[in-house]
């Protein structure tokens, strides 16, 4: 590909996110369609996502459905800030990144998923310096992963989940 149609098209990806990012910062629904170098695309707003859309495939940022990550979701937990997780289709895949809050400790979130994730997939779990981690990796070496990482530090409990195909 030419240089001019390489900078072209990262050109265009950066004013679409940036029209992601606009968008995410207003409210209520809102469809917003851009005519870039390489056709159309279009930002979309509607409740706590916003949607960019093209002929290269779809972002979404913003709730994301947990039913979707292929990890189960630790019971109580909540979705963290509106901007913090997201979603990407292309013809070549597709990926979601989650993350998620509870008022649970560490060792009880860990201990969950460690009951309710196959045998054998915690690949971590660290507890130094007042804070602790544990990874989880679901059908390793395949098209269809799943990675769920529990953090714990000064009492929070986060959990982050990525799935991808």
Known sequence: MPAWKAWGM????????LSVAALAACGGGQKTTYTTSNGTATVTKNGSSTTYESKE????????DPSKL????YPGAAQ???NSSFSVTSSKGSGTIA?????DKFPAVEAWY????PKG???TNVNEGGGSIAEFVMAENTP??????VTGKNGATQIVITHGK
């Open 144 to 149: 269809n992963q799943t990675l769920v990482m």
């Open 70 to 73: 292929g990890a189960p979701l």
């Open 80 to 82: 963290t800030e509106q």
């Open 114 to 117: 460690k009951k309710h994730l």
């Open 99 to 103: 993350s998620f809050t509870t008022a």
């Open 121 to 123: 997939s915690e690949k």
């Open 10 to 17: 990262r050109i265009s990806i950066v004013v679409c996110l």
């Open 57 to 64: 495939g779809k972002i979404t940022v913003g709730a994301v």
